[in-house]
Structure formats: C-alpha cells, structure tokens
C-alpha cells in the first residue's frame, strides 16, 4: 500500500481540488474532504502517474500489498475514487477506464513540490529520510515501531538477544493485519538511551512505539517492555519478565507471545478511546470498527445492535474492509447464541455468510477465520469448527480467542486433556481480555468433565464475578456449584440468571453449547434437570 515516502512531497491541483501528498489530504476550495486512506492512496497513485495507465495488478500490488483481492473490490475503490472529486463512471472526465487493463487520470492536473515541510528539519542521526508520516496515514491503521532493545548490566553471549527479541516481535506482529508494523530495516536506526519513542516516532510515523531493555544480574535475564503513545510520549503499558539464563531459548518464546497477545489488547483499547473523541464525521472505517469491538464485548442487546451499526458504517466506508466484517458475523453470532433475535438459525447464517465474506476479503485474516470456526460451533459440526481455529491460531500464534474457542468447542467435544491447556493459555496470553471471563468459565466445564466439582465451582463462581459475564456465564456458575453439592450458592447464581432471561432453560444451553453426546453431557443434563431446567 503507499505511503507518502512511495509519492514524494507534491500537490496535484486540478479543478477546484487539490491532492496533497505530503499531508496525505484531499482539498476542494481549500476545504479538506473526508476520504478513506485506501481511496486516498488510490488518488495518489493516479494522479503520480497520470502520464500512463496505471494497470489492476500495480493498483493491487500498491493499494494492498499484493493480496488477492477480486475485481469488485477494485471497482468500489474507483468508484469510491471518482466520487471524491465529482466524477463518475459515465463521464469519466477525470479518471477513465481502460477496459480490461486499468486506469488513468486524464484531468488537466498541475503537479508541483509540496511548499510545506512534511515533518521538521532535523539534523540528529536519527532523521529517517523523507518525509514523515502522520501516524497511521498510510491506510487507517493503527501504527508500530519496535526498536532495538537496550542492553544493561553484565556484557555476554547473550547480547545478541537485544535485537534478536524485537526482530521475532516484529515478525509476530506483522502477522496481525490490523496492525502496521514499521520493517526492521527502519526501526533498527534507533539505537541507545537517546533513540526515545517520540523522536521514533515522529521520523517514522507511527502511533505508537515498543522500546525495551535487557538485564543480566549473575545467572538470570530480566526483560522489560514499554508501549508508548508517540505523540505524547505516554506509556500505554509496561511489563517485565524473568528466567534463568539457562532457559533464555524458552524465555524468549514466552516474552514474544505474551507481548504479542498484550499489545493486541492495549492498543485495541487505546484506539477505542482515541476514536471516542472524535467528532462522528470524521470516523473512518477504522475508527467505527474498534467502537464497535467496544460495544460488541458488551454481550448484552442494546450494545450488540450499536456494535453491528457501528461495523456497517465502517463497511460503507470500505466495502472490503475484513475485520468489519468479521465484527458484523460476531453481532449475528451474538443474536443467535444469547437468543437476542427470534430467528436464531437465520442470525447462524447471517454469521457464517458474512464469515466467509471476510475470508473472501482477506484469506490471511486470522479474525475471519475465527468468525467462521465460531459458525460453524453454533450448528454442531464441533471438529470443523476446531479446524478452522486451528487455522486462526496458526495465522496469529497469539491469538488469544482463537486459542480459547478452540478450548471451548474442544471441551464441548468432549475432549477435556486438550482443552484445558489451550484456557489456560489463552487467559495466560491475555489477561485482561474482554472474553476473560469466558476463558475462565470455560476451565469450569473442563474441570466437570476431570470429574473435580469442587475446582468447576471456583471457576463457575469466579468467572460469573467478572466484567461482562452473560446469563450463561451465571447458569454456569449455578451448575458447577450445583454438582459441588453448594446448593445455596447454586440457586442464588440461577436466580440472577433466569432474571435475565426467564425462558433460559437446558434446552436454550445446549442449542448454545451443543455438547457432543459423552458423559460430560449427561452430567450437565442431569445437573440441570436436578435444578429444574
């Protein structure tokens, strides 16, 4: 996709507009017009080249990164493009189509150098050359650099770690599409106590910046992280993590995945609150989308309808944008699993058609393909869907709910040893996850089928305690406690329940969680029975 170090510093005016490359804005009469970062680039790239065509494949190549994307796509991006600057596909007078091999921008256009500088003039050996981006420019994503990290105490043969760790985080990371992740080639110039993440990140132009240190004392390694907003300087999250020198290969490995998984989660939740401040007419795609995770976690009606709302206006601002989709088969799911819609096998379908819309969009998503494992968990076929999160978690190794739902549909397969593990990892990974409380209830129906009731109760309880636990998180909490002989606890936890849902009976359970006929089902039926469900 391009950036504006691909175009240069220059200002195309043509008409009442004018593209200007260095601020990466449209103008018309000195006014900015609000257009998607795709279509921008798109404009961009025309206008750069309006002495030639510019054929499909170098506009997929260059818009995105070369994936296969299908020719729809490109077509609502054009469209998208016209409609910016008052053309359309009958006229043509600014952007014509060369029928069955491109495009080319035939307005009477006036390219000239940008008159104002696209970022400071600096002469400290960290100026990275050209011009710098505003954070995120390049397409609406949120943006990262990682830096080298910062060797302290004993020198040694571990030293080598410094940069070998955040070169694995930036591999891992890229892998995470939603993320734009600055190369190594660029990151690396920032070396030493003097490279801070505000100077990174304004000559790289990113949002945000991992910087990190590493600490021998004697036989141990202590390794410390900091996320950083780069505009402000502001650390978003910090953490540090110890190991014997001896085990550094399985230290390393342990260091990246939770990175990985909390980066996931903290920038996700700083985008939310950085998109909440902005006025509704300047939301991008982007920007409804991570509202809309906001009220999706939410599990209740209300904030499942605003969550779909809010992806359907990042869909009319990118019609191929696979995240929102992927959020908008999550609200369906959510219609079907909580029973918040009267036609549950039409919303399962809704799910896993707008599933495989996503994939369509981006085969590479790890998002999509967790939405369609989740489809196919609602209709029973419990092994496809588990491939389709093994599938997710091989995309994004740290995918936290990839490797919790895998753990779930596992666990209602009746396959309890593979499982628990994949929990217990995901809870590991993420903490602070929005579906914590899921992961935790989930090891009480693991620790069902081990036969140990007393350990189920734990996790029923402690799981229906925590933020945004649902009608089954709680029925839940009153069937382990149930089993664990706790028949005080178990009748308050489904009176809560059934005070959300009064039809909420074993038949509306298992139409959400549709165990595989083992005897970890004939315990949760007869459990359910004894509390009159």
């Not at 949002?207 to 502001?234: D, N, P, W």
């Not at 379908?349 to 967790?370: K, Y």
């Not at 990892?425 to 914590?436: M, Q, T």
């Amino acid at each position: 996709m391009p950036c504006l170090s691909d175009h240069g510093p220059f200002i195309c005016r043509f008409g009442d507009f004018e593209l200007d490359g260095a601020r990466f804005e449209l103008r018309s009469a000195g006014e900015r017009v609000h257009v998607e970062p795709q279509v921008l680039s798109l404009l961009l790239l025309l206008a750069e080249n309006q002495e030639r065509m510019v054929g499909k494949d170098e506009i997929i190549d260059r818009i995105w990164d070369g994936r296969i994307v299908s020719e729809s796509a490109v077509a609502a991006r054009i469209k998208a493009a016209r409609k910016a600057i008052g053309d359309d596909g009958s006229a043509q007078r600014l952007i014509r189509t060369v029928h069955g091999r491109g495009f080319r921008f035939v307005g009477e256009a006036v390219v000239e150098p940008a008159r104002h500088p696209a970022a400071p003039v600096r002469t400290d050996p960290f100026e990275a050359p050209g011009p710098s981006l505003s954070p995120s420019a390049c397409d609406g994503r949120p943006s990262i650099a990682v830096l080298p990290f910062e060797l302290l105490g004993e020198g040694g043969p571990h030293d080598v770690v410094g940069d070998a760790l955040p070169a694995e985080l930036i591999m891992d990371l890229a892998r995470l599409h939603w993320l734009f992740v600055i190369a190594r080639g660029s990151s690396f110039r920032f070396r030493g106590a003097d490279a801070d993440p505000v100077t990174a990140g304004g000559a790289l132009g990113v949002r945000y910046c991992l910087t990190g240190t590493i600490e021998r004392s004697r036989h141990a390694l202590t390794v410390s992280v900091t996320l950083a907003e780069t505009e402000t300087g502001g650390v978003l999250w910090a953490e540090s993590y110890r190991g014997e020198l001896s085990e550094l290969q399985e230290l390393r490995s342990a260091v990246v995945d939770q990175v990985v998984a909390s980066l996931a989660d903290q920038i996700t939740r700083n985008e939310v609150r950085l998109a909440r401040g902005r006025p509704v007419s300047e939301l991008d795609a982007w920007a409804c989308f991570h509202l809309g995770l906001d009220h999706m976690y939410r599990f209740n009606q209300a904030d499942n309808r605003q969550a779909a709302h809010l992806f359907e206006q990042a869909l009319a601002r990118d019609p191929w944008f696979a995240r929102a989709l992927g959020g908008l088969s999550f609200t369906h799911f959510q219609n079907a699993f909580l029973r918040h819609s009267d036609q549950p096998e039409a919303e399962a379908e809704q799910a896993r058609l707008l599933a495989h819309r996503a994939l369509e969009a981006d085969r590479m998503e790890p998002f999509a393909h967790f939405n369609l494992g989740r489809s196919f968990w609602l209709e029973g076929k419990l092994d496809d869907s588990i491939d389709w999160f093994d599938r997710a978690t091989a995309l994004s190794p740290s995918f936290a709910q990839g490797i919790y739902n895998r753990g779930l549909v596992g666990t209602l397969a009746g396959r309890a040893e593979q499982a628990d593990p994949d929990l217990a990892l995901a809870l590991e990974l993420s903490p602070l996850d929005p579906l914590a409380y899921a992961m935790v209830s989930s090891r009480a129906l693991t620790h069902v089928q081990f036969g140990d009731m007393d350990k189920a109760a734990g996790f029923g309880v402690r799981a229906a305690l925590m933020p945004g636990a649902h009608k089954h998180i709680e029925l839940i909490a009153a069937l382990t406690s149930h089993l664990a002989g706790k028949r005080e606890g178990a009748a308050a936890w489904l009176a809560r329940a059934q005070a959300r849902d009064p039809r909420l009976d074993a038949a509306a359970f298992f139409r959400s969680f549709p165990y595989a006929g083992t005897a970890a089902r004939e315990t949760i039926e007869r459990g359910l029975r004894e509390l009159g469900l």
